[in-house]
């Protein structure tokens, strides 16, 4: 199969459509597939807030451009009141979602750019903002598929590979960071087969992935997220794939919840686990995951499925979206610039220190 047979079945999450954004809104998937078309910053903040758009990548595409549509329409008399409501409305797109650090990374990028052009006109920082973004989705799509390529080395010629939540195009600029290894390995003809984790409570595998890899028509099944110590234990899964939000400096990081239970399920059956990640998720900053905020998220995700109540009324919930993986549970991280083994510490900061 030639790449192009599969590439046109990858759907773009997120478009610049000459003066505003259009994202494919994910909460109708799989059943409906709706197009929004967002003009303003308040629209953006509540399709990010809302997981319209998500997936790291994403979002830090969706909150670039959503900077943009927040200072276009800035006056243009004053460079000191128009860096004010720059850094408010980044505040503002960085509060929908605490733990992906794609966000508050794409903001900072376009916050120094505007820094460097202070001197500028005030309509000629806005213009090259709006190129900023578009630079970060287009260095997006580049990046998920060199992971994908670089990836490929690590799949055996037959795999049954198992991941968790969504991480293809949908996620992402274009392929996606796991997603992209999975697809480019069945590119390049290996005979793969793919165990999809529902990943609840918002079931972003079975909706997302699952409809994602039958579009690639790449081998597949559906299971519970409680079905993957079963599947490793009987032999059914020789590596795991998944993405990350944020990378800690010493090579902990935090994922979609559940993740950290596959991880210690494969380390249990000395099964590979392997994060497929682009750089913009390592934050260098901070030290290990114990410093990762984790967003909680509304009782209502574990309480009901579409309009069906599943649970008691006003029973007690604590819905934490991600957790952290210790950095000993990682086999090793495929990014776009190669294959990254322990020791971590050393490793990540050697490719992606400053």
């Not at 596959?262 to 901070?286: E, G, K, M, R, W």
């Amino acid at each position: 199969m030639q790449e192009s047979e599969t590439t046109e079945n990858i759907i773009l999450s997120i478009e610049w459509r000459g003066d505003h954004v259009r994202i494919l809104d994910q909460t109708f998937l799989p059943g409906r597939t709706v197009y929004s078309d967002i003009r303003d910053v308040g629209r953006m903040w509540e399709a990010i807030k809302k997981m319209r758009v998500r997936g790291a990548p994403a979002i830090g595409i969706a909150a670039a451009y959503g900077l943009y549509l927040g200072i276009r329409d800035l006056p243009e008399n004053s460079y000191p009141s128009f860096a004010i409501e720059v850094n408010r409305i980044a505040e503002y797109l960085n509060s929908a979602r605490p733990t992906a650090v794609n966000l508050s990374w794409a903001l900072e990028r376009i916050k120094t750019t505007i820094h460097a052009h202070k001197e500028e006109p005030i309509g000629n920082i806005k213009d090259v903002v709006l190129k900023v973004a578009q630079t970060i989705h287009d260095e997006d799509k580049r990046v998920c598929k060199s992971i994908g390529l670089n990836g490929v080395e690590l799949i055996p010629k037959k795999a049954q590979i198992l991941t968790h939540c969504n991480t293809g195009g949908l996620a992402t600029g274009q392929f996606g960071t796991a997603l992209s290894v999975i697809y480019h390995a069945h590119i390049a003809k290996k005979k793969i087969h793919v165990w999809v984790d529902e990943t609840r409570p918002l079931l972003q595998g079975a909706r997302l992935t699952a409809w994602e890899l039958m579009r690639a028509e790449i081998p597949m099944k559906l299971v519970t997220d409680s079905m993957a110590g079963h599947l490793m234990q009987t032999g059914q899964v020789d590596l795991v794939i998944v993405g990350t939000d944020r990378v800690a400096a010493n090579g902990d990081m935090a994922n979609k919840i559940g993740t950290y239970s596959l991880a210690v399920l494969a380390a249990y059956h000395y099964i590979p686990f392997y994060v497929a990640t682009p750089a913009s998720p390592i934050d260098l900053n901070i030290g290990s995951g114990a410093e990762i905020p984790i967003e909680e998220r509304d009782a209502k995700e574990i309480t009901t499925i579409g309009s069906s109540e599943v649970a008691p009324a006003k029973v007690q919930v604590y819905n934490p979206a991600f957790d952290v993986t210790p950095h000993a549970l990682i086999t090793a991280y495929i990014t776009e610039k190669g294959i990254i083994k322990p020791d971590f510490s050393e490793n990540l900061k050697s490719v992606f220190g400053k």
